[in-house]
């Protein structure tokens, strides 16, 4: 802080910062191979147990790590999920 108690760092640069670290991680779960392996096991897990999208989402952490933070990995999530009943409805 200098002398009038202002913070010299200014606050214009901080969702900068917050959106470049949220795009590594958003690349690493991406390219996560537990990540990835979970997301193909995904289909015969739901078949095998009938879980809701809870119990999938619960699953897929424990096979890898939480995610629910990372649009692009919740979105890719949900997509292999939707997939997965759309399928077995045909």
Not at 12 to 26: E, F, G, V, Y
Request: proline residues 6%; charged residues 20%; contains cysteine.
């Amino acid at each position: 802080m200098n002398q009038l108690g202002e913070c010299p760092l200014s606050l214009a640069i901080l969702p900068q910062i917050c959106h470049t670290i949220s795009m590594n991680k958003t690349n690493f779960r991406l390219t996560d191979p537990d990540f990835i392996q979970a997301l193909r096991d995904l289909p015969a897990f739901l078949l095998s147990t009938d879980a809701d999208l809870d119990m999938a989402y619960d699953w897929v952490c424990e096979m890898s790590a939480p995610f629910a933070n990372d649009l692009a990995a919740f979105d890719l999530f949900y997509d292999v999920y939707n997939e997965s009943f759309d399928q077995a409805g045909n």
